[in-house]
């Protein structure tokens, strides 16, 4: 199984700042993607930004600019950097990963708890 802890939520003020981070345990597994997600009361789960194993981003539309995502795959970490934050960024954000058994093709999902994130006006 692999599991997924997100550290680094908080309150913080429009216009600050805050870095998660998602560390990955995968004993016997191959993370390919990792991604932020987040989930505010009431609406739709919606993608922050997702990083492939080689590197490649995306990032939701929302988030674009002011957002930037990385990850370590020696330390099986991904972290999301938020600048400019605004109280519509107050979300649950989630650490999504997909990955695959050694030897396997096929891909799983996995998500992390949550941390939750609040921009205060």
Known sequence: QVQL???GGGLVQTGG?????CVASKSGFTIEDMGWY??????????VARITRDGNINYGDSVKGRFTTSRDNVKNTAY???NSLKPEDTAVYLCHA????YGRTDLSNYWGQGTQ???SS
């Open 17 to 21: 700042s805050l870095t998660l981070s």
């Open 98 to 101: 997909k990955a695959r058994r």
């Open 38 to 47: 987040r989930q505010a009361p009431g609406m739709q789960r919606e993608l």
């Open 80 to 82: 999301l950097r938020m």
């Open 117 to 119: 994130v609040t921009v």
């Open 5 to 7: 802890v997100e550290y």
